[in-house]
């Protein structure tokens, strides 16, 4: 079986993006580690708020680990022994919430569902850590697909390592195998660049600009059910 994404392109396997693809978890990481610095923020207002948000995008560019970044965020706030015993304690809070707190992106359940009823290969390639990816697939009901983290891979999208590993998983060739993804950048052109077939779900209605911006050969979709109809 095969998936018709225009008259032009087929493809024989689909990996999707985790966060703001297939679900979306709020905030999550960001959220919980301004609970724990809650007095330091009502004395420095959105200081606190853009010193986490900053830490945490330097995490997800793999400039930093996950459990840096926190340290290094709780730090300003507690000493530094207090600091290292609340990381494991944060890891713990964010991986519990995230098992009960995810919300399904529109169309994305029903299209995995229908995608698997087809017998079209699907798994998962995700930027981020472990366990909490594996907490968020299993609150969206989708922990028995084949999920690759960069964690656990040793690649972050966009490299092409990353996407080679999908490939691996799945056991299609680059060019019948699509990847979707919100992200231009690390999901879409990344795709692109490693020879798959990108889509691009766009989490908000994208400009006239980015859409006249996009490179042949991305398919844009308004849900994921699209995809699956």
Partial sequence: MAVRL????????LGFDLDHTLGFDDRLELRTML???????ASHGTAVREHASALLALARAGRLTIDQAVAIFLGAYLSASQAQAEVVRWREEVVAEALVGMRPAPGALACIERLEARGIPVAILTNGWSP????????????????????QIG????????FAALVGQLGTRRERTAYVGDDLDDDVLGARAAALVPIWV????????DLRA????VVTVRTLEELAP
């Avoid at 609970?35 to 923020?41: D, H, K, L, M």
């Avoid at 907490?135 to 960069?150: E, R, T, W």
Wanted: proline share 13%.
């Fill in 214 to 217: 996009l490179p042949e050969g």
């Fill in 6 to 13: 225009s008259p032009e392109i087929e493809v024989d396997a």
């Fill in 35 to 41: 609970r724990y610095a809650r007095g330091a923020a």
């Fill in 202 to 209: 766009p989490e908000r209605n994208p400009a006239e600009a």
């Fill in 132 to 151: 909490l990816q594996e907490a968020k697939a299993q609150s969206l009901g989708l922990s028995h697909l084949p999920m690759l983290i960069s964690e």
């Fill in 155 to 162: 690649a972050l999208k966009p490299a092409p390592e990353a």
